[in-house]
C-alpha cells in the first residue's frame, strides 16, 4: 500500500498550494483520510482529515483556510491551502484508515516552504 503525496513547493506568504495524496495497492473509498504536517524541529500534527462520506475536520491553525476533499474514484485525496502563513512550513504527509486511536497507513510526504 503505498500513499503518495505531491503538490508541494515554495510559496510566498499568502498564496496558495493544492497538495494531492493518491492511494495504490487498496482502496480507501471506506476509510477516513487525512493530513499531517511536521515543521522544522517540531512535532507532527494533525492538520485535517475527511471520512467516506465527506465529514471533515480541521486543526484550528489551517480552519478557514484549508480544505480537504477527496475523489473515492481515484481513490485520492486533496489539501488546498488558502492565505499561507510562514508557520505553515513542513512535510505534509498523508494518512489513510483511522481507527479511532490511529492511522494505519502513512504515506511520504511533500514539502512545502512558505516565504516572505
Known amino acids: 500500500v503505498q500513499l503518495q503525496a505531491s503538490g508541494g513547493g515554495l510559496v510566498q506568504a499568502g498564496g496558495s498550494l493544492r497538495l494531492a495524496c493518491a492511494a495504490s495497492?487498496?482502496?480507501?473509498?471506506?476509510?477516513?483520510m487525512g493530513w499531517f504536517r511536521q515543521a522544522p524541529g517540531k512535532d507532527r500534527e494533525f492538520v485535517a482529515s475527511?471520512?467516506?462520506?465527506?465529514?471533515?475536520k480541521y486543526a484550528d491553525s489551517v480552519k478557514g483556510r484549508s480544505t480537504i476533499s477527496r475523489d473515492n474514484a481515484q481513490n485520492s485525496v486533496y489539501l488546498q491551502m488558502n492565505s499561507l502563513k510562514l508557520e505553515d512550513t513542513g512535510v505534509y504527509s498523508c494518512?489513510?484508515?483511522?481507527?479511532?486511536?490511529?492511522?494505519?497507513?502513512w504515506g511520504q510526504g511533500t514539502l512545502v516552504t512558505v516565504s516572505s
Open positions: 494518512v489513510g484508515k483511522y481507527n479511532g486511536i490511529s492511522w494505519y497507513y
Open positions: 495497492g487498496r482502496t480507501f473509498s471506506d476509510n477516513r
Open positions: 475527511i471520512t467516506s462520506d465527506g465529514d471533515t
